[in-house]
């Protein structure tokens, strides 16, 4: 019952190795593979060396593989069937437990916006943004976060812009009339960081798209200071955690 990415190969140790379609146990070849036909059948033609002993060693070195990066949990049955060259011939199976790993989500953002001090509109600072996951499109239970360090803190914001995106009064993040997460509290105002708790409804696609509808500014500030937004992204499955970009704001006055 072989899987997408699924793959019987020989591993290798210290005792069995492959050159080419030779497989050879301590530099004497035992026996030959043929042109592969699948990956996840591995078929060895042995030859006079390969006397019990080296055999093993070879079963040994034999594994499973997934090449998948959302790889099935299903139970793989792993069939080897062994024929002695007189007739005799041995079957045996076992079952591979796959263990799927969750994949940290990716951001691609530009390293570095320039912004004009106390400008009302702010300053789009992801507005190429792209988030990816490799292993899933939902985001239920993960988390978007955009901090700021530098400059007048206390008067430092991180803005929502445009139509995509409406907060009602609750706090709570909609698009398109749908509830798909909630802002912490004074989301993005001074050293607040602007955060959302993404829910069930929440897809990847939306915090790509909230990366891009955020803006950051300034309000009576006097500084002329680089601001560091550091933006932060789990996917709420758990794993690896989160993804961590960060973008330089270039203030002029």
Known sequence: NPKAGDEIRIAGSSLI??????I?????????TPPTVSKTTLTVNLNLNSTTSRVQELLRAVAFFSGSDSPSSVVRNVRITLTDG???????GRGVLVI????????????SVNYQRNTSAGVAFAANAFVTDVDSFSIAGGELQISVAGG????????LSGTAFTI????NLLRAGLIIGALNPNAGLGVNS?????????RLGHAQLLLRSLRFGTVASNSNLDRQLTIRLNDGDGGLGNVIRNVIVKVTS
């Open 194 to 202: 602007f955060r959302v708790t993404f829910n069930s409804n929440a």
């Open 17 to 22: 190795g492959q050159v080419g379609s030779s």
């Open 100 to 111: 799927p790993v969750n994949d940290t989500p990716s951001i691609d953002v530009a390293p």
């Open 24 to 32: 050879q146990y301590l530099s004497i070849g035992i026996g030959t």
């Open 86 to 92: 007189e007739g005799g011939k041995m079957a045996r």
């Open 168 to 171: 009602d009064g609750s706090g």
């Open 152 to 159: 007048d803190t206390q008067k430092n914001r991180i803005l």
